[in-house]
């Protein structure tokens, strides 16, 4: 009998809700997170509206404190999205030593570290060519500001042993990671993935202005917004 791939866990961080249940209930009430930017002062740009989540606090979503202040805020939401998903799936209390050799993470994503990414750029430009200070340089690893960096943290979190892979293929990356889940699960009898899309964008392409309108032939632009929503799978 061939092995089956459950959905068995779910964490929603939304623009337009935290949390599985009031993220559902915005969506179907048909209210959205879109709203004028807030994390930094957009009235120079063009586009001056995005979905940020509002009332995001990473210490009381399960965050250790180095966590709180050594990773970007992307990494974070994909952390405490895990912990939802963890939550929700009846994991609260971890997992065994064998489970966790049994255990990976694979992690679409849209775009790296790009908030950690704007502030140096905007302290390098203020500071020319000169090295930047210890103070700057060290507030994040550069290790911790490149691409694998959220898959590699709930892993860490987790103390998964299995394969941590992140997939970045844009729009699509999320649904590939569940897909590439599933088979490893499937045929290298793997015992569980948290498997996420992170979409981590925040500052990027401000010259888009026009409604999204995702694989539409008619789409003329594209809106950011954060979103990071874990499932964790597993096989019955």
Not at 1 to 20: E, F, P, S, Y
Not at 162 to 189: E, K, N, R, Y
């Amino acid at each position: 009998m061939q092995r089956r791939v459950v959905v068995t866990g779910l964490g929603v961080l939304a623009a337009n809700g935290i949390g599985k249940e009031n993220f559902w209930k915005a969506c179907i009430s048909g209210r959205s997170g879109i709203r004028r930017i807030t994390r930094f002062d957009p009235s120079s740009l063009v586009t001056q509206i995005a979905g940020e989540i509002q009332d995001f606090d990473p210490q009381m979503l399960g965050l250790t404190p180095e966590e709180c202040t050594g990773v970007d805020r992307g990494t974070q939401l994909a952390i405490a999205a895990s912990n939802l998903a963890f939550q929700d799936a009846g994991l609260s209390d971890g997992l065994s030593e064998e489970e966790r050799d049994r255990s990976g993470v694979y992690m679409g994503t849209a775009i790296s570290s790009m908030e950690n990414g704007e502030k140096l750029w905007v302290q390098l430009r203020s500071q020319g060519v000169e090295p930047l200070s210890a103070e700057i340089s060290g507030a994040i690893p550069a290790g911790l500001r490149m691409i694998n960096a959220p898959a590699t943290a709930v892993a860490a979190h987790h103390q998964f042993h299995g394969p941590s892979t992140v997939i970045a293929t844009g729009c699509s990356a999320g649904a590939d990671a569940i897909g590439q889940a599933f088979w490893l699960i499937l045929l290298v009898h793997m015992t569980r993935t948290a498997t996420a899309l992170s979409w981590q964008k925040d500052q990027g392409y401000c010259s888009w202005r026009n409604e999204s309108w995702p694989w539409h032939a008619m789409r003329t632009s594209m809106l950011n917004s954060l979103l990071s929503a874990p499932i964790v799978t597993r096989t019955i």
